[in-house]
T-cell receptor, first 112, second 112 residues
Framework: GQNIDQPTEMTATEGAIVQINCTYQ??????LFWYQQHAGEAPTFLSY????GLEEKGRFSSFLSRSKGYSYLLLKELQMKDSASYLC?????????????FGSGTRLSIRP | DGGITQSPKYLFRKEGQNVTLSCEQN?????MYWYRQDPGQGLRLIYY???????QKGDIAEGYSVSREKKESFPLTVTSAQKNPTAFYLC???????????FGPGTRLTVL
């Protein structure tokens, strides 16, 4: 089966750093995505990892370890607008337009 | 402006009625997808299409139907056979050879 696990909720303070973890067990692996979704809105793409290591993009970084089936999203210098759900998703196979499997999302609340 | 449009944003229907949700994209993307999202949950794949006149069932296709007669359009019909149709429906698209999916704004369907 396909399984993606991430914490349901997290809280952090404005200006701080937060790490959102994601573990996955899928039939195959061809990349891991992180999306941000504000309440009632569509998800927006944050990052894509297919090789092991850290990808940095401004205040957001994403890490992947394929051998451990593990990824994290690191958010630095947190701002109130970062309050949102963060969805971890895995593409299990190599087709260029195949399906992505989403985790249930982590709802992040930022307090002043 | 290029993008994905879904209409309407809010839709109300009586139980037992079929309803069709619209999804149009002018990004020239080959692949299109329909997801369902329930409160506090991740996205679950209903149907996807990689080319015109072809589509595949996702994880929760029962009670839904789709068509892909044009590259730009991928309408979803929620039939009366769908037992719990009230949800947030998201359409997405992606180009060939690129892995990121781009999402429309979503349609919130409420069945009374």
């Amino acid at each position: 089966g396909q399984n993606i696990d991430q914490p349901t909720e997290m809280t952090a303070t404005e200006g701080a750093i937060v790490q959102i973890n994601c573990t996955y067990q899928t039939s195959g692996f061809n990349g891991l995505f992180w999306y941000q979704q504000h309440a009632g809105e569509a998800p927006t793409f944050l990052s894509y990892n297919v090789l092991d290591g850290l990808e940095e993009k401004g205040r957001f970084s994403s890490f992947l370890s394929r051998s451990k089936g593990y990824s994290y999203l690191l958010l630095k210098e947190l701002q109130m607008k970062d309050s949102a759900s963060y969805l971890c998703a895995v593409r299990p196979d190599y087709s260029s337009a195949s399906k992505i499997i989403f985790g249930s999302g982590t709802r992040l609340s930022i307090r002043p | 402006d290029g993008g994905i449009t879904q209409s309407p944003k809010y839709l109300f229907r009586k139980e037992g009625q079929n309803v069709t949700l619209s999804c149009e994209q002018n990004l020239n993307h080959d692949a299109m997808y329909w997801y369902r999202q329930d409160p506090g949950q991740g996205l679950r794949l209903i149907y996807y299409s990689q080319i015109v006149n072809d589509f595949q069932k996702g994880d929760i296709a029962e009670g839904y139907s789709v068509s892909r007669e044009k590259k730009e359009s991928f309408p979803l019909t929620v039939t009366s056979a769908q037992k719990n149709p009230t949800a947030f429906y998201l359409c997405a698209s992606s180009p060939q050879g690129v892995y990121e999916q781009f999402f429309g704004p979503g349609t919130r369907l409420t069945v009374l």
